[in-house]
């Protein structure tokens, strides 16, 4: 049997996301990761053949980790609020869970240098983008949702308002309040409460 690489992706991309969560993508590069890994300058380039490579990699891996429970929290429950409500508690806690995650994506993909990605980093960012907006459209046609104002509510309801909840103490170090997925869950109620429909 063969024995696995000593050296594989997801250690090198552990490596790469404590840097990142650390420092910044700037401090991600070739050789900081080697560094960091324990391991030869070559494994890393065998790996990715280029940092730009690297870095889309770290993004997206980091990104289809969070989504895959955010969405399924909310395709939950049958009520669409609750669904909502899952959704808000579902980023508190991963980013509880997943600190040096949650600060990776801090930074927007232009920082991990989206210009310059491949076509199939390009196209897993696009399904990864277009299954988010497929959630919120199934979400907001069972609010009975109705003009671009409560649409736009939604969006700030399901997806920036309970980011604005972590990311001051994931910017600045502190723990995040054990309060906080009530508060998220609590907050995205009430801006949900006044939208027309409010589902069946």
């Known amino acids: ?15 790469a996301l404590e840097l990142a969560a650390g420092a910044g993508p700037p401090a991600v590069t070739m050789a900081a990761v080697a560094k960091a890994a324990g391991a030869p300058s070559g494994s890393v380039y065998h790996r990715f053949p280029s940092r730009t ?26 009520d669409p609020a609750a669904s909502a409500a ?3 508690r579902h980023v508190v806690a991963w980013s509880r869970g997943h600190r040096p995650s949650a600060a990776v994506l801090l930074y927007g993909t232009e920082d991990y240098g989206r210009a310059d990605w491949s076509e199939p980093h390009l ?12 959630a919120l459209r199934a979400l907001g046609k069972s609010l009975g949702l109705q003009g671009k104002l409560e649409w736009d509510q ?11 909840v972590v990311r001051g103490p ?31």
Do not use: C, N
Request: no cysteine; charged share 20%.
């Open 53 to 78: 490579a690297l870095l889309a990699e770290l993004w997206l891996r980091t990104v289809e980790d969070f989504q895959e429970g955010w969405l399924a929290a909310l395709s939950g429950p049958s």
């Open 1 to 15: 049997m063969a024995r696995p690489p000593q050296y594989d992706s997801d250690r090198l991309l552990d490596a």
């Open 123 to 134: 196209r897993r960012a696009k399904q990864g983008h277009d299954q988010v907006h497929t």
């Open 86 to 88: 899952a959704g808000a």
């Open 154 to 164: 939604l969006t700030l309801a399901v997806v920036e308002l309970p980011l604005a």
């Open 170 to 200: 994931l910017r600045t170090g502190a723990p995040i309040p054990v309060r906080s997925e009530d508060l998220a869950e609590r907050s995205t109620r009430a801006l949900l409460a006044g939208l027309a429909g409010q589902g069946p």
